[in-house]
C-alpha cells in the first residue's frame, strides 16, 4: 500500500516540476500582454493657459484648461495578438465651457510590444489613411528599456523620439522618465483670418495662416508593466502667415496629471505587476518546490513501515536443533532426586485402636 502511494507521489511530483517551466515561459506569456476589454478615464489641467475662444473670437488668457482622455478597448475587433482600443480627448475651459480642441483616434497594437499596427479600422480623427507607427499608449509590457522609443504623437500624425531621462519615484513606484521633443511643425492652413486678429492692420482684411503646433512631452513609465502613471505635455499652436509677419496664439498650455487621475494609474500599474510577478516568479517556484517535495516524499514513503520500521511477528523457531525430551505430557522431565512422600493420610472412617 505505502509503495502504491509513493509512486502516486512521485508521478504528481514529476507533473509540478515539468509545470514551473510551464508557468514561466507559456502562461506568463499569455497573461503579460494588453487587455482588449479596457476602459480607463484620465485628467491632465493646465493653470495659467490661454487660447482662442471662437464664439468672441478673442484670446482668453491665464485660465485653466482641463484636458480629459477616455479610452476603451474594443474586444470584439481584438485578438491573442492585437489589442484596439478607441480614445476620445478633448481640451475645454470649465469657466466658459469653451471647447479648445476635440480628437478622436482608434488604435491597433501589439499586445505585449506595444507597437501599433495598421488594421482594424485605425484612424485618426475619422482618417484612416493616417500610418500610425512606434508605441501608441502602453509601452512593452514588462520590457521596458533605458533607451529611446519611437512614440506616436496624434497631434502631428506622425512618431517623434522618445528618450530615456532618468528613474524618478512616482506615486510610490520606481518610474522611467521619458522625453519626447516636437520642434515647430505645420498641421495645416487657415484659408482666412482676420488680420487685426494676427496683429496686423485690419485692412489688409482676411489673410492665410499655417497652424504650427509645438509640444515637449515628458512621460514617467512603469518599467514593471509599461504603463505610464504619469504625463506632462508643454505645447504651444499659433496660427502664422507664411512671410511671418503676423501670428496668433490658438493655445499655450502647459497640462499635468492630475493627482487623482496618477493615483488610479499607480494602482491600475500596481495591479498588473502584481499579476506579472505572481506568473513569472511565485507560481514557477512554487511549483518547482512542491515538486521536489512531492517526489522525495514518495521516494522515501517506502522505506518506512508501521510501528517506526519494526517487524512485530514473533521470530519463528530454529530448525535442525537437538530434539528435546519429552514427558507424558510432553514436558521436559525433571532432573534430579524426586522428593520424598509423607505417611499416607488417614482413612476417615478408621477406627482408633
Not at 511549483?287 to 522505506?303: D, E, I, K, N, R
Request: include cysteine; proline fraction near 7%; hydrophobic fraction near 35%.
Amino acid at each position: 500500500m505505502r509503495r502504491r502511494a509513493g509512486l502516486i507521489l512521485i508521478g504528481l511530483g514529476a507533473f509540478f516540476l515539468s509545470l514551473a517551466p510551464m508557468v514561466k515561459f507559456y502562461v506568463a506569456q499569455q497573461v503579460m500582454a494588453a487587455p482588449t476589454d479596457f476602459w480607463q478615464k484620465t485628467t491632465l489641467r493646465a493653470e495659467g493657459a490661454s487660447y482662442l475662444d471662437l464664439t468672441g473670437p478673442k484670446v482668453r488668457k491665464n485660465v485653466t484648461l482641463v484636458l480629459t482622455n477616455t479610452t476603451r478597448g474594443d474586444p470584439q475587433a481584438s485578438d491573442g495578438k492585437t489589442a484596439v482600443w478607441d480614445s476620445f480627448t478633448s481640451m475645454l475651459d470649465p469657466s466658459s465651457g469653451s471647447d479648445v480642441t476635440v480628437q478622436g483616434r482608434r488604435f491597433a497594437f501589439d499586445r505585449r510590444s506595444g507597437q501599433l499596427v495598421n488594421c482594424c479600422g485605425a484612424a485618426v480623427d475619422q482618417d484612416t489613411t493616417v500610418k500610425q507607427t512606434g508605441l501608441g499608449l502602453l509601452w512593452p509590457i514588462g520590457n521596458v528599456q533605458k533607451r529611446t522609443y519611437s512614440y506616436f504623437d496624434q497631434n502631428t500624425r506622425r512618431a517623434w523620439p522618445m528618450t530615456f531621462d532618468g528613474e524618478e519615484k512616482v506615486g510610490g513606484i520606481s518610474t522611467y522618465r521619458f522625453i519626447q521633443t516636437i520642434p515647430e511643425t505645420r498641421l495645416s492652413t487657415i484659408p482666412g483670418i482676420p488680420a487685426n486678429l494676427l496683429g496686423l492692420d485690419k485692412k489688409k482684411g482676411n489673410l492665410a495662416a499655417d497652424v504650427i503646433f509645438q509640444a515637449t512631452t515628458t512621460m514617467w513609465v512603469d518599467p514593471r508593466t509599461g504603463v505610464p502613471v504619469s504625463q506632462e505635455e508643454n505645447i504651444r499652436s499659433t496660427a502664422r502667415t507664411r512671410d511671418g509677419a503676423g501670428q496668433l496664439t490658438l493655445s499655450t498650455a502647459d497640462l499635468k496629471t492630475v493627482p487623482e487621475s496618477q493615483a488610479a494609474l499607480v494602482k491600475l500599474s500596481n495591479g498588473y505587476a502584481w499579476k506579472f510577478v505572481t506568473v513569472q516568479q511565485w507560481l514557477p517556484v512554487g511549483s518547482l518546490v512542491f515538486g521536489l517535495f512531492l517526489l522525495a516524499t514518495g521516494a522515501l514513503l517506502p522505506l518506512f513501515e508501521s510501528g517506526g520500521g519494526r517487524d512485530k511477528r514473533p521470530a519463528p523457531r530454529p530448525r535442525g536443533g537437538p530434539a528435546r525430551a519429552k514427558g507424558s505430557r510432553g514436558q521436559a522431565p525433571r532432573s534430579g532426586p524426586r522428593p520424598e512422600r509423607g505417611p499416607p493420610a488417614r482413612d476417615r472412617y478408621s477406627t482408633r485402636s
